[in-house]
């Protein structure tokens, strides 16, 4: 699988939208990308994913880039319960590719 | 659904003694998958079944370790002798088929502490 970089942090003001970038330069073209959070003291959540087109749903939107090089999730309006670890992974979907974790955003959103 | 359903949610117990963790994946969900989280290691996947068998095991840290899943609706993580190193949140995670398109569903998780 490819490797993802994301920045440790961010900082988002509430009701605001939030933008967390990912880079993932040496994606395959048969690797989606897939954005998990991870609320405090709770199992991470599936958010979205997606092979080439932009993807919404009611918790987020993700923007791939043209050369899928990098992927952009947003919040649209982040609210407090969205403070969270947010992670970026990169997978294709052939079985025997597991998901695993490590590094992540940590987003907190302030009031 | 109640989604992926994990017992005990939180376990202390003393080095040396057994413990059993348990699962119950969603209903229909083929694969299952066990990760334990640390502050030091942060997530990291043991084992997963496919249909019910172990398909790769290679994650378990050692022997004291085994997972079984006996039939479609439950699994159990168990560790023996237990020490304190593997005082971790274990957390068990179900998919409808082993490509994951869909996504992972995880449980609340078990707070293991040894003492």
């Known amino acids: 699988d490819a490797k993802t970089t994301q920045p440790p942090s961010m900082d988002c003001a509430e009701g605001r939208a939030a933008n967390l970038p990912c880079n993932h330069s040496t994606i395959s073209g048969n690797e989606y990308v897939y954005w998990y959070r991870q609320i405090h003291s709770q199992g991470p959540q599936y958010i979205i994913h997606g092979l080439k087109n932009n993807e919404t749903n009611e918790m987020a939107s993700l923007i791939i880039t043209e050369d899928r090089k990098s992927s952009t999730l947003i919040l649209p309006h982040a609210t407090l319960r969205d403070t969270a670890v947010y992670y970026c992974?990169?997978?294709?979907?052939?079985?025997?590719?597991?998901?695993?974790f490590g590094g992540g955003t940590r987003l907190m959103v302030k009031p | 659904d109640a989604g992926v359903i994990q017992s005990p949610r939180h376990e202390v117990t003393e080095m040396g003694q057994e413990v059993t963790l348990r699962c119950k994946p969603i209903s229909g969900h083929n694969s299952l998958f066990w990760y334990r989280q640390t502050m030091m290691r942060g997530l990291e996947l043991l084992i997963y079944f496919n249909n019910n068998v172990p398909i790769d095991d290679s994650g378990m840290p050692e022997d004291r370790f085994s997972a079984k899943m006996p039939n479609a609706s439950f699994s159990t993580l168990k560790i023996q002798p237990s020490e304190p190193r593997d005082s971790a949140v274990y957390f068990c995670?179900?998919?409808?088929?082993?490509?994951?398109?869909?996504?992972?569903?995880f449980g609340s998780g078990t707070r293991l502490t040894v003492v």
């Open positions: 995670a179900s998919s409808p088929s082993l490509t994951g398109v869909t996504g992972y569903t």
């Open positions: 992974r990169v997978m294709n979907n052939n079985a025997g590719n597991m998901l695993t």
